[in-house]
């Protein structure tokens, strides 16, 4: 059933133009301004594709980009889901199948998540170098996973040591600061409380989110190298915790992802 899915799914993409892209990206919350870069050829809402979850995130946009970007052919998840938006894990990372299947060779991540690394402030960004799967599942734990790819799935590696490299390059080479830490994907929606953040310290964590840790265990499973960027929106000390604004960490979102665009396109360029 799931296979018919997403091969129904794929043929209607490919009807529409989705041919052979090579990169794929996903972008985060605020996270939506790397459209404009992109020499855009085919665009569909994700209510008009065959099987795809829908975004119910208000600051989602929910549809899919083809195009040329650095001169790469690439296709854009702009708007993700989320599983503390009701989704299951399967849909959660619906995706990302769905761009593998179309031919995806890498998979670049975005996200906004909050800075449990006290040194690490609003603004910055970090690439991901480990996670922690705190989210209470796996996109690969249903009963037909083996059709896909090998149920234990190997995380060694979850993020490309090489793409890794090369995006520490280039920020090194356009004076961009990069961090790079263990991120927390953890349910939501609500956030953390003092004792969660005082947890998540102890665990040697460097962010915390909400999303990106299904999506990468899916990549890993179809053996597709990814890297992930997150832009830290707000500082999570749970000394001086102040109530969250949500419209402020979009902005700061909003503000940092310049940084990330240069750092994808000169990737795309390089990869």
């Known amino acids: 059933m799931r296979k018919q899915q997403l091969q129904e799914t794929t043929d ?7 041919q052979k892209p090579a990169i794929g990206i996903v972008l985060g919350t605020g996270l939506g301004q790397l459209i404009n870069d992109i020499d855009i050829e085919h665009e569909i809402a994700y209510s008009e594709i065959p099987n ?27 708007g993700r889901f989320h599983l503390y938006e009701g989704y299951d894990q399967w849909e959660v990372t619906y995706g990302i199948r769905v761009m593998h299947q179309l031919g995806i ?16 402030k609003k603004g910055d960004i ?12 796996s996109p ?15 995380m060694l590696e979850p993020y490309s040591k090489r793409i890794n490299s090369l995006l520490k390059s280039i920020a090194k080479q356009n004076d ?17 409380t003092r004792a969660e953040y005082r947890m998540l310290q102890i665990l040697e964590v460097d962010a915390v989110g909400m999303s990106t840790v299904p999506e990468v265990i899916v990549a890993k499973h179809l053996n597709l190298p990814c ?9 999570c000390d749970p000394k001086n915790l102040a109530p969250v604004d949500i419209q402020e960490i979009i902005k700061i979102a909003g503000e940092a992802e310049p940084k990330m665009i240069t750092l994808f396109k000169e990737l795309i360029h390089k990869l």
């Open 12 to 18: 209607f993409l490919l009807s529409k133009g989705f």
């Open 52 to 78: 795809f979850p829908q975004a119910t995130v208000e600051f989602h946009s929910g549809k899919l980009v083809y195009g040329t970007l650095s001169g790469k052919k690439v296709m854009v998840m702009s």
């Open 105 to 120: 060779k890498t998979l670049l991540i975005s996200n906004a998540a909050g800075a449990i690394n006290l040194s690490y």
């Open 126 to 137: 970090m690439v991901l170098d480990d996670h922690l799967n705190l989210q209470g599942g």
């Open 140 to 154: 690969l734990a249903f009963a037909e996973v083996g059709e896909f790819g090998e149920r234990f799935a190997d």
């Open 176 to 192: 961009i600061q990069l961090h790079e830490g263990v991120y927390a994907g953890v349910f939501g929606p609500q956030l953390e």
């Open 227 to 235: 890297a992930a960027i997150s832009v830290l929106t707000d500082e």
